[in-house]
């Protein structure tokens, strides 16, 4: 058996349900070897049991069980997962059979193992790719119910300017903190514009390097480069008649800028190593945690890309801001990890909802997905989750945690205790230390420096960067 890691990016989880004990064993080692995850069954109630604790990317089913004969768990299990039928008896009437019951594939023992694993690979990829063209066509979406949760004042404005602007097919500009859902808003403008049966193909601005850019945006011919023995598509025809979703935007370099401009301007582009221009029929939508506006003003953003992108401006509100909203997000992550993990749903205590509406949330709708996952798993078998199940300190009221706009200066014997979530970024450590420094010292950019320690030039991208104001201090002598 090939024993290279499959899918270096993702370990794929088998379930091996077979009542021969030397050949599951033999199974599971070959499939380990191979670079998957393998959990075993030796009866049809045992991989109920397994399918309950997790949720296999393929299923490897005997036909005849000691618990089971025919195709009933077939049947049962199809509609959710590739399956993979293993016989003693070959016959063309049973694998007929089996494939109209929903399987994958059907093999007959004694099994050869470098078959198998060219079996389960082909299979797992063509599971893959189906699930991308339903996200892709639509479909997934539509199953599986809105994209967004809240029904709180800003949520309802959020929602009137995406049905307003879907409309049309200008370029749209989210603006909203990391964590606030920009590119769910991003999906829900294509998925209600005449372009939702096409492709939604996002790109991160922040981890596209600029001398690849335009290979992987554009395109390049055979030949253009070294390396180059062959066409590649770009991006850009991946989203033809789509939308094109630049996510982080206010992280691209200059180069980058200036090739998105002329695209966004001209509605063309060319292949690297191309000699003719191609049409770009995409909507572009870009996202940013950043004031593009500020930094084009400081010369940090090209201006004129700026008013390019802004036509339509949407901004996310933070979690902060529609703590209404807060029960019903929570409540559909425990849904859905009920789902995922096969258990009876989990409920929130009063005491826990009204604990985690006094929480400020620096890290937004991300944050309170993972504080609700990890309260989960710490209340195990309860089925209430309480204060007692949130991961931070009960010494520390989630009130008196540093708050956004707050004014009144906290002297250092009372300074709130900084606590989090979970295990927070840098970036949601630094801008919540920045937002306390801010509010102890009432704006003071000097005095948040020297707290810093370090110069006031520095202390002001730093908050820049995070989108906090400050004031700077004209009394050189002030302390």
């Excluded at 500009?173 to 403008?189: D, F, P, Y």
């Excluded at 390396?227 to 980058?256: Q, S």
Aim: charged share 25%; net charge neutral.
């Amino acid at each position: 058996m090939n024993t290279s890691p499959v899918l270096a990016s993702h370990r794929p989880t088998l379930l091996v349900v077979e009542d021969d004990a030397v050949l599951n064993q033999l199974l599971v080692r070959e499939l380990q070897k191979a670079g998957y995850d393998v959990v075993s069954a030796l009866s049809w109630s045992e991989a109920r049991i397994a399918l309950q604790r997790v949720a296999p990317d393929l299923v490897l089913l005997d036909v005849n069980l000691p618990d089971s004969k025919g195709f009933g768990p077939l049947s049962e299990i199809s509609a959710a997962r590739p399956v993979v039928m293993l016989t003693a008896f070959g016959g063309v009437n049973q694998a007929v059979q089996a494939m109209q019951h929903g399987a994958s594939d059907y093999l007959v023992k004694p099994v050869n193992l470098d078959e198998l694993e060219l079996v389960i690979r082909r299979t797992i990829e063509q599971s893959h790719l189906q699930s991308q063209k339903e996200w892709l066509s639509g479909s997934h979406r539509a199953r599986h119910g809105p994209v967004m949760i809240g029904d709180s004042a800003p949520m309802l404005r959020l929602r009137q300017m995406i049905v307003e602007v879907a409309r049309t097919d200008v370029t749209v500009l989210i603006q909203g903190e990391s964590g606030t859902g920009k590119e769910l808003v991003a999906q829900a403008v294509h998925a209600q514009s005449q372009r939702h049966s096409e492709a939604f193909v996002p790109i991160d601005c922040c981890t596209l390097q600029e001398n690849l850019f335009e290979s992987e945006l554009f395109g390049h011919e055979r030949g253009a480069f070294t390396g180059a023995d062959r066409r590649k598509t770009g991006l850009i025809e991946a989203a033809v008649r789509g939308t094109l979703f630049l996510d982080e935007l206010g992280e691209a370099g200059p180069a980058v800028q200036a090739k998105l401009l002329r695209v966004i301007e001209t509605g063309r582009f060319r292949r690297v190593g191309a000699t003719n221009d191609l049409r770009a029929d995409v909507r572009i939508v870009a996202a940013t945690n950043r004031d593009l506006l500020a930094r084009a003003n400081e010369g940090h953003f090209r201006a004129d890309l700026y008013y390019r992108l802004s036509t339509f401006v949407i901004d996310v509100p933070p979690l902060r801001e529609r703590i209404d909203d807060i029960p019903a997000l929570a409540t559909s992550f425990l849904v859905r990890r009920g789902q995922t993990q096969g258990t009876q749903p989990k409920t929130l205590s009063p005491q826990a909802i009204e604990w985690l509406q006094g929480y400020h949330w620096p890290g937004n709708v991300r944050e309170l997905r993972n504080v609700i996952e990890r309260a989960f798993i710490v209340a195990a078998e309860a089925p209430v989750i309480d204060c007692r199940h949130m991961p931070v300190q009960r010494s520390a009221p989630a009130k008196d945690l540093a708050m956004p706009g707050k004014s009144e200066p906290a002297s250092d014997k009372d300074s709130p205790e900084l606590v989090f979530a979970g295990e927070p970024t840098l970036e949601v450590i630094e801008r919540t230390y920045l937002d306390h420094l801010l509010t102890k010292y009432q704006g003071n950019r000097r005095r948040v420096a020297l707290a810093l320690g370090v110069s006031e030039r520095t202390a002001y991208r730093m908050l820049e960067r995070h989108g906090l104001r400050s004031l700077p201090d004209t009394s050189p002598t002030s302390d």
